[in-house]
C-alpha cells in the first residue's frame, strides 16, 4: 500500500514540471523532517539538526565560505561545524520554498532551503541558498548532502 | 618521568602560583581592554566616515601604482625604436617591460601599443578585453574596466617622439576584483578596494560594465551607511563606494584574543609547575591534577598555539562531539583538542598502570581471569574511540608520509596513538592488577588457553555491528599489553625509559594503522554500498532537477534586458561564464555549456565546461518559454548525450536574443569520480589536497554486457559468467575482484532496470599495506623521538643532569658498547643520506628532463597537425580561420594534451576555451615566450604558468599558419605534470622508507657488533668486580680466540690461583682461629669456675667445722655457684649462638614494623634522663631475610648505645632508603670511641665492658653480611658514635617504593 502511494507520488512528482512536487503532496514524514530542518536553522540548534542527518556512514556538504570545498564529513563533525556557524551568524529566517521541494524517486527528495543570515560580527545580511538531498530511512526522512546553491 | 623533570618543590608552586594569578590578571586585562575598545566605539557615523576615509586612500594609492606603472613604460628608450619597426629593439623591450615589472610592488601588467592601436609589447597577464580603447589619451589617463566577472583599473600614457607627435600609448593594467563565484584551493574572488571585508559595497564604474553584468544583490540597509565616489586624478568616477560602520563588538576583538592567548600559556605554565612540584601531597595526585587542570584551562582559554585560523583547530579537518555538557565536546572539538585530550587521558591511564604495578598480587586463578574479562570493555571502548575518530575526521588518515608535511596528518596520527598506549595502559594496569596463574609454567600455558579461549569467545560473540572491533589489532594490543604488564621490570631494565617510550609508540603506531585501514575500508563499503550506488542512480534527476533550478535562476536574471551596444564589447565573452558562474550548473560542477545568442541568432558569448565541440550553432528557440530536450552532440566518432534546455529572450515583445544551456547527460558530474581534467579543480568546489579521501571509479554496461561508460582507461569486461551472478544475487548486488587498469580492484556491482554499475577502488596490496604500516611507525617513532631530544635538550638549558642531552653524552661516554653503536650508525648515516640526496636529485632531474623532451616531441607532433589542418582550412570554401577550437578539441583528444595556438601572440584558438572564456587565463601568450620564439628565433619555450594557485609547465613552439603575424602553439603540461609529480612522489616516499628500513638494519647490526666487541670486555668486568666483591669462583668463558680469548685465559688463571691462596689462608685462618676460641672458651670458662670452686671449699670447710652459720653459708655458696653456673650457660650459649649457621627463614620484612616491635619494650623501661629519637618514614622498601636475626642486630646496636649513654643521653634510631639499599642508624651522645677500639669492636670476643662477652657488635657483623648488607660504626673519642646498619633493599619490589620515595 505504502508502495503504491509513494509510486503515485513519484508518478505525480514526474508529472509536474521539473519533477517539483507540491507542498500538499510530500509524504508525511519528509514533510516533519523539513519542519525540524527550519526550526533547528532558524532556532540555530546544531543538536536538533544532528538529529536529521543520516544515521550512518558520511554526508556530504558544500557551504560556499563556510566550509572548506566539497567533503564528506562524519555526522558529529557536522554537528560541531554547524555548532560553529550557528554561533558565528544568526539566522533571520530559514525556509524551504514549497516548489523547490521535489521528490523524483521513491527513497530520495531533494529541497532548497533560503537561509537569511547575519554575522554576529558583520553588519551585512545575506541570504543563501541551501540544496538538501533527503533519503527516506525507513517511515524518516534523513538529510543525506547539504550544498550551497546559486 | 614527573621524578626526572621535578623541580625543587616549593620553587616550583611558588612559579605555578604566580604564573596563575599573572593569567588571570592578563585575563582581566584582555576583558577590559575588549570593553574599552567597544565603549569608544559607539559612534557608527564617525566609524562610517573613518572606514570610507581608508577604502578611498586605498583607492588613490592604487591610482597612483597604475598611473606611474605606466609613465613608467612610457619612458623606456627601447619603445621608441620598437615603435620604429627595430625588431631587436622590440626584443629589448620585452625584456624591459619585464624588468620594470618586477620592480613595481603590485606587479601591475604592462603594454605598450602603436599609435594605430597595435599591441607591440607586453609583461605580464594582458587581458585584450579589458585594455582601454578609444583615442590615445593626451596626457596619463586612469579608468575602470567592468567586466562580468573582473574589473580592471588601468592607467594609460601618451608616448611621444622626441618631436611632440604621438607614436603609441603605454598602458598598465591591474586587476581590482575578480567575481567568479567559485572558492576552491587555488582560487577565491577577491576585491583590491574593500579587501573583502564585509559592509563594503563597491562598484565599479566603467564605459562597458552594463550590458554585460548579471545583476547585483541590493544593498545593505544601514541608518549609518555611508556613500562617496572614487575618482580618477582627471575627475573621472572610478566607482561608487558604500561602506557601513562596523560592529563595534569586533573592535579590540583580536587584542582580546592575543590577551586570551597569553593568559593561557601562563595557566599551562602554572599547571605544568604544579603537577610536577616537590610537595605537597603525593606526585601522582598532583600530576593527575595538574595535567586535568591544564587540560581544562585548554579547553576553557583554548590553546597558546595554534591560532584559532590553524586547520589544526578546524572542525572542517576533525570534531566529534561527547555525551554530557556541551562544553564538554569541547575536548573533541578540533585535532588539536583531541590530541590534547588524548594526551590527559593518557597521564591518566599511566598513573593507574603506575599504582598497578606497586602491586604484587599472590598467584590466583579468579584475578587474572577477570582482569581477561575486563580487558574486552576496555578494547570495545577504545576501538570504538578509533572509529568515531577516523568517521568523523575529513582526512586521508591512512596515508603518512616518513617526512609528514601534513601537520593535521600527523596531529591525528598522534592523537590516535596516544588513543592506542591508553588502552594499552589500561590492559597492562589491569594485567599487573591481575597477577599469574599459580604454577609458575604450568600456570602460564593455562593462561595461554584461557586467552585463547577468550579470543574465540570474543570472536564468535563480538557485537560487529555494534563496535567493528579490528580483530588483529585487537589482539595484537591486548597480547602486548597483558605482556607488557607481567614484564614491566624486565622491559624497564633492558630498554630504559627512552626505549620503553620509543617502543610503546612504535607499537602504537603498529597497531592503530591496521586499524585505521580497516575502519577505512569499512567506511568506505558503507559509503560505496548505501550513498554512492543510490546517487548513480538518482544522478538523472539530480541533473533535471538543477536544470530546472537553473532556468529559474536565468529567467531571474533578466538576461540581455539591455542590449548590448554593437559591435559588442569584448568583455561581453565572460557573460556566459557569468551566468553560468551564477547557477548550480557551477555550484555543482556540471559538464555543461551556456550560449548567448543576440536576436539575429549570432552566437556572442559561450562557456563551457567539459563539453567542448557543440558543432555548428543552435538555431534560435521557438518562443519565450523554455523547452528541453535529450540529445546528441558529436566528437568524432565518440557522441555525447546532453540534455539541452533553451529559450528566447523577449523583454516588451521584442527579441532580444536567445539563451541555450547544455548539461551533459553522462556520469562524470558524479561528485565522488575523479576528474581526469586537471583544470576540472579550477572550476568545481573541491576539497583540499590531502582531504580527499581513497579516489573511486565506475564502470556502466548495458545489460548485454557492452560498456557504456568507464572512468578507468583500461576497464575489464562484465563476463556472462558474472553477469549471472549478479543477476541471482540478494538484492541485486554483490561484491567482487576485478582488474582494473592493471590492479585488482575491490568492485560493488548492483544493477537497474537497464544497466550494471559497478563501483570500484584499488585493492591495498600486502606489499603496499606492509611499506604503509612501517611508514606509520617510523613516522611516529621519529616524531616521539624528537619530542625525547626536544625534552633533553629542554633540561640541558634547565640545568638538569639526567634525562638531558648531557646525560645522554655521559652515558654514551661511559659504556664502549655505546660508543661503538653511536659510530656505527653515524658511519651508516652520512652515506645515507648523501646517496638519498644524490639519487633524488638524479632521478628527479632524469625524469623531468625526460617529461620535457617527451613534452617538446608532443609540441612537434602537434605542430604538424595544427599546420596541416591550417592548410586545409585555408583550401576550404569558407575557411576564414586558419585554426579552431574544434580542430585544437579534436588533435588534443589525440595527443591527450591540451593545445593553444596564438597569432601575433593573440589567441586564436584553443582545445581549453573556458580557461580563457572565463578570464582565468589572459588571451595573450606570455610576453617572453613571445619574445623568445617570435623575436629571437629560438626553437622551444619552457616555462611555468599559474592560474591563481595552481601553476603547470606549458612548452612552446612556433607554429606556421600562413598569416601575417607569427603563429605559436602552446601545449599546458598540467596533467602530465600531475602524472610526473605522483611518479615523483612515489619514488620519494620509496627512497625514504629504503632509507629508514637501512638505517634500522645498519642500527641492528651496529648493536650486534657492539655487543659482540664489548661483550668479554664487560663479562671481565663484572668478573673482576665479582672477585673484588671476594666471589673468586667468579670465571669468564671464552668468547674467542684472539688477543680477547687471550686476556680471558689470563684472568681465568690469575682468579684460580687466588681462589687456591685463599682457601690455603682460610685454612690457615681457621686453625689459629679455633685455637683463639679454645683459648676464649678456656678463659671464659675458668673464671667462673674459680668461684665455684672457692664456694664448695668454703661451705665443706663450714660444714666440717660444724658451724652454728651453715644453713646461711649453705645458702651463699649454693646461690654463688649457681651465678657462676648460670654464667656459664650464658657463655656457652653466646658462643653457640656465634657458631651457630644463619637460619634459613627468609621472608621480606617491614623494618618500621620490626624497629617498632624492638623498641616497645625499651620505651617503657628507658630511665628518666635518656631521651629515646625515632625515625621511621613510611615508604621504604622491605628487607628480605630472617627477623628473628634481624631484631637482634638491632637490639644489640640499641644495647650497645643504652650502655654507652648510661644513666643520661640522648639515643637517635632512624630509618632510611637509599640506592638500593634500607639503612638503620642508631646514634647515641655517649663518650664515644678511641679509633684503636673502634677499629676492633666488631672483633669476636673484644668487649670494653666488663660484664660483655664480647660478641654483640660480632654478631650483628655476622647477621648484616649474612643477610647481602654490612655494619658501620664512625666516632671520635668523646663524641657521638653512629652505627649504620644496612640491608639490601627486596629486589623485586625496590624500584616502585624507591620511586615512591622519590616521588616525596
Not at chain 2, 823 to 831: K, N, W
Not at chain 2, 1256 to 1275: C, F, Q, W, Y
Not at chain 2, 1283 to 1301: K, Y
Request: glycine share 8%.
Amino acid at each position: 500500500m505504502r508502495k503504491t502511494l509513494v509510486l503515485a507520488l513519484l508518478a505525480l512528482a514526474l508529472g509536474a514540471a521539473g519533477g517539483t512536487a507540491s507542498a500538499q503532496s510530500l509524504p508525511p514524514g519528509l514533510q516533519t523532517r523539513l519542519q525540524r530542518i527550519e526550526t533547528a536553522f532558524q532556532q540555530g540548534d546544531a543538536g536538533a539538526l544532528h538529529g536529521s542527518f543520516a544515521t550512518s556512514g558520511k554526508l556530504r556538504v558544500d557551504l560556499e565560505g563556510l566550509t572548506e570545498g566539497q567533503e564528506t564529513y562524519g555526522a558529529r563533525q557536522l554537528q560541531v561545524i554547524f555548532g560553529q556557524i550557528f554561533g558565528e551568524f544568526r539566522t533571520r529566517d530559514f525556509r524551504f520554498a514549497p516548489e523547490e521541494v521535489s521528490v523524483p524517486s521513491p527513497a530520495t527528495a531533494f529541497a532548497r532551503g533560503r537561509w537569511t543570515r547575519a554575522g554576529r560580527r558583520e553588519p551585512v545580511e545575506r541570504v543563501e541558498t541551501l540544496t538538501f538531498t533527503l533519503r527516506e530511512e525507513g517511515t524518516d526522512w534523513r538529510i543525506l548532502e547539504i550544498r550551497s546553491s546559486r | 618521568v614527573e621524578r626526572v623533570l621535578r623541580p625543587s618543590g616549593r620553587a616550583a608552586l611558588r612559579a605555578a602560583f604566580w604564573l596563575g594569578a599573572l593569567g588571570l590578571l592578563v585575563i582581566g586585562l584582555g576583558e577590559a581592554q575588549h570593553a574599552w575598545a567597544r565603549r569608544r566605539a559607539q559612534d557608527d557615523a564617525a566609524r562610517a566616515a573613518a572606514r570610507l576615509e581608508r577604502v578611498l586612500g586605498r583607492g588613490q594609492e592604487l591610482s597612483r601604482a597604475v598611473s606611474s606603472a605606466a609613465e613608467a613604460a612610457a619612458a623606456l628608450p627601447e619603445a621608441h625604436g620598437a615603435l620604429a619597426g627595430d625588431r631587436a629593439a622590440l626584443a629589448r623591450l620585452f625584456r624591459a617591460l619585464e624588468e620594470l615589472r618586477g620592480l613595481l610592488p603590485q606587479r601591475p601588467a604592462l603594454a605598450i601599443e602603436s599609435a594605430s592601436g597595435q599591441l607591440l609589447a607586453w609583461a605580464g597577464p594582458v587581458y585584450d578585453r579589458y585594455l582601454p580603447r578609444g583615442e590615445p589619451p593626451t596626457q596619463t589617463r586612469v579608468q575602470v574596466v567592468a567586466g562580468s566577472v573582473s574589473s580592471v583599473l588601468a592607467a594609460r600614457t601618451p608616448l611621444r617622439q622626441a618631436d611632440a607627435r604621438l607614436a603609441g600609448t603605454a598602458t598598465a593594467e591591474l586587476t581590482l576584483q575578480a567575481r567568479r563565484r567559485i572558492h576552491n584551493a587555488y582560487l577565491s574572488d577577491f576585491d583590491r578596494l574593500s579587501e573583502n571585508q564585509p559592509g563594503i559595497e563597491v562598484r565599479y564604474l566603467g564605459p562597458s560594465s552594463l550590458p554585460a553584468r548579471v545583476p547585483d544583490p541590493p544593498p545593505a540597509v544601514h541608518p549609518h551607511a555611508r556613500m562617496a565616489s572614487w575618482q580618477a586624478p582627471d575627475g573621472t568616477p572610478l566607482a561608487t563606494v558604500r561602506v557601513l560602520p562596523p560592529p563595534p563588538e569586533d573592535e579590540g576583538r583580536e587584542l582580546a584574543s592575543r590577551y586570551r592567548r597569553a593568559a593561557s600559556a601562563l595557566l599551562c605554565l602554572a599547571a605544568i609547575c604544579f603537577a610536577f612540584a616537590g610537595a605537597p601531597g603525593p606526585a601522582w595526585l598532583r600530576l593527575v591534577l595538574g595535567s586535568t587542570i591544564l587540560r581544562f584551562v585548554l579547553l576553557a582559554l583554548g590553546p597558546p598555539w595554534p591560532g584559532p585560523h590553524s586547520p589544526l583547530r578546524s572542525p572542517d579537518t576533525y570534531a566529534s562531539t561527547l555525551p554530557g555538557p556541551a562544553f564538554l565536546s569541547g575536548l573533541v572539538a578540533s585535532p588539536v583538542d583531541l590530541l590534547f585530550t588524548t594526551a590527559w587521558a593518557l597521564v591518566l591511564a599511566l598513573t593507574l598502570l603506575r599504582h598497578a604495578l606497586a602491586t604484587r598480587p599472590e598467584p590466583s586463578y579468579l584475578r587474572p581471569l577477570l582482569a581477561d574479562l575486563a580487558g574486552l570493555p576496555v578494547l570495545g571502548v577504545l576501538f570504538s574511540v578509533v572509529f568515531d575518530t577516523s568517521l568523523n575526521c575529513s582526512l586521508d588518515l591512512e596515508t603518512l608520509s616518513l617526512l609528514p608535511r601534513d601537520a593535521p596528518i600527523l596531529t591525528m596520527h598522534l592523537a590516535l596513538a596516544g588513543m592506542v598506549a591508553t588502552g594499552g595502559a589500561l590492559l597492562a594496569a589491569l594485567s599487573a592488577w591481575a597477577g599469574r596463574f599459580p604454577g609458575g609454567s604450568r600456570g602460564l600455558l593455562l593462561r595461554a588457553a584461557a586467552w585463547a579461549a577468550l579470543g574465540g569467545a570474543a570472536y564468535r560473540f563480538w557485537p560487529r555491528e555494534v563496535i567493528g572491533l579490528p580483530l588483529l589489532p585487537a589482539l595484537a594490543l591486548f597480547l602486548i599489553a597483558s605482556l607488557a604488564g607481567q614484564l614491566h621490570s624486565s622491559l624497564w631494565r633492558s630498554l630504559g625509559p627512552v626505549g620503553v617510550t620509543l617502543t610503546g609508540a612504535a607499537a602504537a603506531a603498529a597497531v592503530v594503522y591496521p586499524s585505521l585501514v580497516h575502519f577505512g575500508e569499512k567506511s568506505t563499503r558503507l559509503q560505496v554500498e548505501r550513498d554512492h550506488a543510490p546517487q548513480i542512480l538518482r544522478q538523472p534527476r539530480w541533473r533535471e532537477y538543477v536544470l530546472a533550478e537553473t532556468r529559474r535562476r536565468i529567467d531571474a536574471l533578466e538576461l540581455l534586458e539591455v542590449e548590448p551596444p554593437g559591435p559588442h564589447p569584448p568583455v561581453l565573452e565572460e557573460l556566459a561564464f557569468a551566468v553560468w558562474s551564477a547557477t548550480d550548473l557551477a555550484a555543482f560542477g556540471f559538464s555543461s555549456a551556456i550560449e548567448l545568442h543576440d536576436a539575429s541568432g549570432r552566437l556572442i558569448s559561450r562557456f563551457a565546461l567539459d563539453l567542448p565541440a557543440l558543432g555548428a550553432p543552435a538555431p534560435l528557440p521557438g518562443g519565450p518559454a523554455w523547452t528541453w530536450s535529450a540529445e546528441r552532440l558529436a566528437l568524432g566518432s565518440v557522441e555525447r548525450p546532453v540534455l539541452h534546455a533553451r529559450k528566447q529572450l523577449v523583454y516588451h515583445g521584442e527579441l532580444h536574443g536567445a539563451v541555450h544551456v547544455y548539461v551533459g547527460d553522462d556520469f562524470w558530474d558524479l561528485p565522488f569520480l575523479t576528474d581526469r581534467d586537471p583544470y576540472s579543480v579550477l572550476f568545481r568546489s573541491a576539497a583540499a589536497p590531502g582531504v580527499r579521501s581513497r579516489p573511486l571509479g565506475l564502470l556502466v554496461y548495458n545489460r548485454q554486457g557492452g560498456l557504456v561508460f568507464s572512468s578507468a582507461e583500461r576497464p575489464p569486461a562484465l563476463g556472462a559468467e558474472l553477469a549471472a551472478r549478479l543477476r541471482g544475487a540478494q538484492g541485486g548486488r554483490l561484491w567482487t575482484t576485478l582488474v582494473v587498469d592493471g590492479r585488482p580492484a575491490h568492485t560493488f556491482l548492483f544493477q537497474d532496470a537497464s544497466h550494471f554499475y559497478g563501483i570500484c577502488y584499488p585493492r591495498l596490496e600486502p606489499g603496499r599495506f606492509a611499506a604503509d604500516l612501517l611508514e606509520t611507525v617510523a613516522a611516529i617513532a621519529v616524531v616521539v623521538l624528537a619530542g625525547l631530544l626536544a625534552l633533553m635538550a629542554l633540561r640541558d638549558l634547565l640545568g638538569r643532569s639526567t634525562l638531558s642531552l648531557h646525560g645522554l653524552a655521559g652515558v654514551v661516554g661511559r659504556r664502549f658498547s655505546l660508543r661503538l653503536f653511536v659510530a656505527f650508525v653515524a658511519v651508516a648515516v652520512l652515506p645515507v643520506i648523501v646517496l638519498q640526496f644524490v639519487v633524488r636529485e638524479f632521478v628527479t632531474d632524469r625524469l623531468r628532463r625526460e617529461s620535457e623532451r617527451q613534452a617538446l616531441e608532443l609540441a612537434a607532433i602537434a605542430r604538424k597537425a595544427v599546420e596541416d589542418f591550417a592548410l586545409l582550412q585555408r583550401r576550404a570554401p569558407d575557411g576564414t580561420r586558419p585554426v579552431t577550437d574544434e580542430a585544437l578539441v579534436y588533435i588534443a583528444s589525440l595527443l591527450r594534451n591540451d593545445l593553444d595556438v596564438f597569432e601575433g601572440g593573440r589567441l586564436l584558438a584553443s582545445s581549453k576555451r573556458e580557461l580563457y572564456a572565463s578570464g582565468l587565463l589572459p588571451s595573450r601568450v606570455s610576453g617572453d615566450v613571445f619574445r623568445s620564439l617570435a623575436l629571437e628565433g629560438q626553437p622551444t619555450a619552457l616555462r611555468t604558468e599559474t592560474i591563481g594557485g595552481f601553476s603547470y609547465l606549458a612548452a612552446s613552439v612556433p607554429v606556421r599558419l600562413d598569416a601575417a603575424e607569427p603563429g605559436l602553439l602552446s601545449m599546458p603540461l598540467a596533467l602530465r605534470q600531475r602524472e610526473v609529480e605522483a611518479v615523483l612522489g612515489d619514488l620519494y616516499r620509496a627512497i625514504r622508507l629504503a632509507s629508514a628500513l637501512f638505517l634500522a638494519a645498519a642500527a641492528l647490526l651496529a648493536q650486534s657488533m657492539a655487543r659482540r666487541i664489548s661483550g668479554p670486555i664487560r663479562e671481565l668486568t663484572g668478573a673482576t668486580r665479582r672477585i673484588a666483591a671476594g666471589d673468586l669462583a667468579a670465571r669468564v668463558k671464552p668468547a674467542s680466540r684472539d688477543e680477547l680469548g687471550e686476556l680471558t685465559d689470563s684472568f681465568n688463571q690469575m682468579a684460580s690461583d687466588l681462589d687456591r691462596q685463599r682457601r690455603d689462608l682460610e685454612q690457615s685462618n681457621r686453625l689459629a682461629a679455633w685455637a683463639e676460641m679454645a683459648r676464649q672458651v678456656a678463659h671464659e670458662v675458668k673464671n667462673p669456675l674459680t668461684p665455684i670452686q672457692l664456694s664448695a671449699e668454703h661451705l665443706r670447710r663450714v660444714f666440717r667445722d660444724g658451724g652454728a652459720d651453715f644453713p646461711a653459708t649453705l645458702e651463699r655458696c649454693v646461690a654463688t655457684i649457681l651465678g657462676q653456673v648460670e654464667s656459664l650457660r650464658r657463655i656457652v650459649t653466646e658462643f653457640s649462638a656465634f657458631a651457630r649457621p644463619p637460619a634459613a627463614v627468609s621472608e621480606p620484612h617491614d623494618m618500621r614494623e620490626l624497629i617498632e616491635d624492638v623498641l616497645s619494650p625499651y620505651r617503657q623501661a628507658l630511665p628518666p634522663d635518656v631521651k629515646l629519637e625515632v625515625e621511621l618514614p613510611a615508604g621504604v622498601p622491605p628487607v628480605r631475610g630472617d627477623r628473628r636475626l634481624l631484631e637482634r642486630a638491632v637490639v644489640n646496636l640499641l644495647e650497645n648505645a643504652l650502655q654507652a649513654v648510661g644513666e643520661r643521653g640522648a639515643i637517635a634510631v632512624r630509618l632510611a632508603a637509599h640506592d638500593g639499599r634500607v639503612e638503620v642508624r642508631v646514634e647515641d651522645d655517649g663518650l664515644g670511641l678511641d679509633p684503636e677500639i673502634r677499629e676492633r669492636v666488631f672483633e669476636p670476643f673484644f668487649s670494653t665492658k666488663t660484664g660483655g662477652s664480647g660478641l654483640g657488635l660480632a654478631l650483628v657483623k655476622k647477621i648484616a653480611e649474612d643477610h647481602g648488607g654490612g655494619v658501620t660504626l664512625t666516632s671520635q673519642d668523646g663524641e657521638r658514635t653512629r652505627a649504620l646498619l644496612w640491608l639490601p633493599a627486596d629486589d623485586a619490589r625496590a624500584a616502585p617504593a624507591e620511586a615512591a620515595r622519590g616521588a616525596r
